[in-house]
């Protein structure tokens, strides 16, 4: 009974393992190709480029292709120049915070070990 159970719990971890261990699925409906990030939730549709399978890329969903889309308008423009300027501004000060943040776990390790180093 008790090597059933063992083997029983060793295939379901198996398969646990094995679902988890691939995050790409890929499927399609009669027209498209599309890929699904497990990981991430996001999905990609294959862009046909006219020639062999292999020159296809994928594209995440949401995405224009700069290929096939229309010039944008000025006001388009500005807002994403605008945008991308609130972007990377937020990114500066996520990194500065986690510089900050980095530091301070370092100073708190040093003064563990410091104190344990000096305990002994």
Known sequence: ???GFARLWI???LCYGILNAQPWVMFSDMDDTYLYDQASGQVYIRIKKGGKNYEDTFVKMGVQDSIHSKPASKAQKTAQRDSK???SK???DAQKEQQELIK???ELQRSIQGSILGGE
């Open 104 to 106: 301070k776990a370092q």
């Open 1 to 3: 009974m008790l090597k």
């Open 90 to 92: 937020q990114e500066n």
């Open 85 to 87: 300027a609130t972007e």
């Open 11 to 13: 295939v379901l971890m």
